[in-house]
């Protein structure tokens, strides 16, 4: 076997936000002009050093896993990839062109923004063109890899794979690949690993997620290329590749004819990786990771399920360590903190603190450690069973198929034309609308118990009231009641549903500084009384126009929460939409003439893999169906969609059956309508306001949108709304930008009728 560096048990990535979401409030700071460059990079240097701290007894720990805002984006600074429209930014700090990037700027869009591949975080789009000229620039990996040396910690530095960036940037120029310019990247990461190696780095990860979902004969190819190019580099560290989010499948044999010492496998989502890599003679010579630890779901590992699967690669790789399925950027920092749980569930859980614990035990197991006692302790905790509650199951082994259907669209909609009475290209918003320092004081006074339940709700009606008079003033067709008694859109339901806990510090990075904490969904689940009537009774009794009430689907909720693993996610998904199906009874029974499920999660679950997806499509979309099966032709039914590559599931879109479906557009320039246009022959709202840029479009903007979306689908089904909730904006900017959208609708609503 060639010798080089051996890496020992490791996880794949750390949080970065802190603990007590540090870089967030930091980063927000910054945006407000309220501190410094130089606070902003001592903030970001202390949450380095404590998770370094954190990682402690690792027999390799990842380095270059921070990031101000994301680490795609960070890999576009890296090699210079900045879009023309960036440039003046460029000679500046570069900060601000990086959050310049990533927000916008007056007349400067900000790059899209996606979903990274299954899960709950979202990435930036690098834009590539055959004009793209890359070059080694931010020295951000150096850097990093320079200060934990000084710390007297020899870091493994993780970098976004060459192959991976280019398959997930976009092209600016139709007709154009991406991955042809690979031969001019390739250059860029030598450059990158040879600085690296003369610092003194030892081992170099990079990560080729892009593998676990389906790829064609030239994608492979181009892995090829890239790890025998840098693989057959005179000066470099040691090459880890890592896969993660599922089997590397046909990407394993590539890599092992390849010159790179380690691969690293996720043997939670892709098992099969353990039987194709005994037959791999190219494996005999480097380190496999066995990824058996979960890095993103928060229950404790099975050691013997683990070792097993670890221990079976023993023979196909010299050297077999202990890691982590993927990064743990996707779990919160630490379950100890978590006080107000049940026993029960708290022993239950392991946050990235307990799963690097896990790791190293893991590690000294199979290396022939004597830990017994620890794996005995950690065997029975992993096994308790989750909570059963027959009458759910009973209710839905009753169901039949009607439970799940309601009359055809045309047919709905000229019921619905007649009740609601709306204008060509009506207006609305998603669902909430600015939450101020005032409402969250007044959330977090009701749970201190400084105020009591009449008055909190004296106090939320006061806002509700607010907001339907101003969206009266603004000129929306129709309403909203804005929110303001929600935290989180899942977690606000988790909160009202039996068979879910929520956690006090349970924070993960969603994107930028935008933290979100996943409830955990431990148990079979219900709904012991009415959750969002009383809020939606309450806006409709204000107004003549219509309310819409709004609900968050089945598929989201799981998507964004922390789920048992003891069950399949569709049996888990039916209970969930049971539940919310009583919902939809009760606020239909208390004549709410709208009703939105929002499913902005459904291409998240999507499997990577193609021959697995129509299963999925078909339980999630049941599940959506059963939601609303069964409500009257009169009653509108709405979804929202955002931020995902919306052409992977157009037919699962139109399978939800909704009146309405209202998308992400804004960034895109309405490009998704290439793919959703003809795809939902029922309503469609495209956005034409990007609510994660802080730049107030003005009337020519939207119009332009909505005029371009006019033509493809017709006065008759098209909405004009924002391309999200408002939660997070600033009310002055978000009373600008619907005025202009309302005016805007105006003018295309009378261009299109004259």
């Not at 339940?453 to 939320?460: G, I």
Request: aromatic share 6%.
């Amino acid at each position: 076997m060639t010798e080089h560096p051996r890496l020992g048990s490791t996880v794949l990535g750390y949080p970065r936000i802190g603990p007590d979401r540090e870089l967030k409030r930091a980063v927000e700071r910054y945006w407000r002009r309220e501190s410094s460059a130089d606070e902003l990079r001592a903030t970001a240097v202390e949450l380095r050093r404590a998770a370094r701290a954190e990682m402690t007894g690792l027999g390799s720990v990842p380095g270059n896993t921070f990031s101000f805002y994301d680490q795609m984006l960070d890999a576009a600074l890296a090699v210079g990839a900045v879009p023309p429209r960036f440039a003046e930014f460029a000679a500046g700090d570069p900060l601000d062109l990086m959050f310049t990037m990533a927000r916008g700027a007056e007349g400067v869009p900000a790059l899209e923004m996606t979903k990274w591949f299954d899960t709950n975080y979202h990435y930036l789009v690098p834009e590539l063109s055959p004009d793209t000229r890359f070059r080694a620039w931010l020295r951000t990996a150096l850097d990093d890899f320079r200060e934990a040396l000084a710390d007297g910690v020899v870091t493994r530095p993780v970098l976004i794979g060459p192959v991976t960036f280019l398959l997930l940037s976009k092209s600016t120029v139709p007709g154009f690949a991406p991955l042809d310019l690979l031969d001019d990247l390739l250059p860029v990461y030598a450059q990158l690993l040879g600085e690296l190696a003369e610092a003194g780095a030892e081992w170099v990860q990079l990560d080729e997620p892009a593998f676990a979902a389906d790829r064609t004969p030239a994608e492979f190819d181009a892995l090829h290329r890239a790890y025998a190019h840098l693989g057959g580099l005179s000066v470099r560290p040691a090459l880890l590749v890592a896969g993660y989010f599922g089997a590397f499948g046909p990407a394993l044999p590539v890599l092992a004819s390849t010159p790179v010492e380690g691969v690293a496998l996720d043997l939670v989502a892709g098992t099969d990786d353990v039987a194709a890599a005994a037959g791999l003679t190219g494996l005999r010579d480097k380190t496999l990771l066995a990824g058996v630890v979960e890095g993103r779901n928060v229950w404790r590992t099975d050691p013997d399920t683990a070792l097993s699967r670890a221990a079976m690669l023993l023979g196909s790789a010299g050297r077999v360590e202990i890691a982590t399925s993927c990064s743990l950027l996707h779990v919160p920092y630490d379950a100890a903190r978590e006080t107000a749980l049940p026993d029960e569930l708290q022993e239950r859980l392991a946050f990235a603190r307990e799963k690097v614990a896990e790791v190293i035990l893991l590690g000294r197991a199979l290396a022939g450690e004597d830990v017994a006692g620890e794996l005995a302790a950690a065997r029975a905790v992993a096994g308790r069973p989750a909570r059963r509650d027959d009458r759910v199951r009973a209710r839905l082994d009753a169901l039949g198929p009607d439970h799940y259907r309601r009359p055809a669209g045309d047919v709905r909609a000229k019921a619905q034309q007649v009740a609601l009475t709306l204008p060509p290209v009506p207006t609305t918003t998603i669902g909430s609308f600015p939450q101020t320092g005032a409402i969250r004081s007044d959330r977090a006074a009701f749970r201190a118990g400084r105020i009591d339940a009449a008055e909190y709700e004296r106090r939320m009606r006061a806002e509700i009231a607010r907001v339907v008079r101003l969206q009266e003033e603004i000129g929306l067709d129709v309403l909203v009641h804005g929110e303001p008694e929600r935290n989180d859109m899942v977690q606000y339901f988790a909160e009202h549903l039996d068979g879910f806990a929520t956690t006090e510090h349970g924070w993960v990075q969603s994107y930028g500084s935008r933290c979100v904490r996943p409830p955990i969904l431990h148990s079979d689940v219900s709904r012991p009384e009415p959750i969002t009537v009383g809020w939606s009774t309450y806006a409709q009794s204000l107004t003549d126009r219509p309310m819409k009430a709004m609900l968050t689907g089945p598929v989201t909720i799981l998507a964004w929460s922390f789920v048992r693993d003891d069950q399949p996610l569709s049996d888990t998904a039916r209970q969930v939409g049971l539940a919310l199906r009583d919902e939809v009874r009760d606020l239909e029974a208390a004549g709410l003439p709208i009703i939105q499920v929002d499913e902005p999660a459904l291409r998240e679950l999507l499997p990577l893999r193609a021959a697995a997806q129509p299963a999925y499509s078909a339980w999630a979309t049941d599940a959506f169906r059963l939601v609303t099966g069964g409500v009257a032709d009169t009653t509108q039914v709405h979804t929202h969609l955002c931020y995902s590559e919306f052409g992977d599931v157009v037919g699962a879109i139109d399978a939800l059956d909704a009146d309405v479906t209202t998308v992400e557009a804004a960034r895109s320039r309405m490009e998704v309508l290439d793919v959703l246009g003809a795809g939902v022959p029922r309503g469609l709202g495209p956005g034409v306001y990007d609510v994660h840029s802080p730049e107030v479009a003005d009337e020519a903007q939207i119009g332009a949108l909505l005029r371009a979306a006019l033509d493809r689908i017709g006065p008759d089904r098209l909405w004009a709304n924002p391309d999200c909730g408002l939660k997070t904006r600033g009310e002055p900017e978000v009373v600008a930008t619907l005025r202009n959208l309302v005016a805007a609708a105006a003018g295309v609503r009378s261009g299109s009728s004259g």
